[in-house]
């Protein structure tokens, strides 16, 4: 990875459907060697896919809760599975494996009350949560 692929991330983050040429444009490339260096990143496992968010859905669009959430797993989960899994919620910010009571803490954002509620009980059921612990953000 150099500074022409951070470029290149940086772009697909704001337009996951940005063509090569135009990612090229921006980051000063040929379509042809843009085109490369995201299919290395894709094989080399940097890029692991493309989704889409619904505006409804993105955390950066509401004006809503922001929390994070300290996270035991399951002794029976996998790590590895568990952060594939938060990879895949929208409203999962960040998944950062700490030390200490908690094997991760999450930093998230989500609509109100009752999406939260739908987030943690989705940790559990579907993440591998055995016990979470929810901290408000005030400001």
Not at 57 to 69: M, R
Not at 74 to 86: G, H, I, Q
């Amino acid at each position: 990875m150099d500074a022409v692929d951070d470029k290149i991330l940086d772009v697909l983050r704001v337009d996951g459907r940005a063509s090569f040429s135009e990612i090229g444009r921006q980051v000063g490339l040929s379509t042809n060697a843009t085109a490369a260096r995201v299919r290395r990143l894709e094989k080399t496992g940097v890029i692991v896919g493309y989704r889409v968010v619904l505006a409804a859905d993105a955390p950066e669009n509401t004006s809503g809760l922001e929390a994070f959430i300290d996270v035991r797993l399951d002794p029976a989960e996998d790590s590895e599975a568990f952060l594939a899994w938060t990879q895949q919620v929208p409203e999962i910010r960040d998944a950062v494996h700490v030390t200490g009571a908690y094997d991760y803490l999450l930093h998230i954002k989500v609509r109100d009350t009752a999406a939260l509620d739908r987030l943690l009980r989705s940790l559990k059921k579907d993440g591998g949560a055995a016990h979470t612990q929810t901290r408000l953000a005030l400001r």
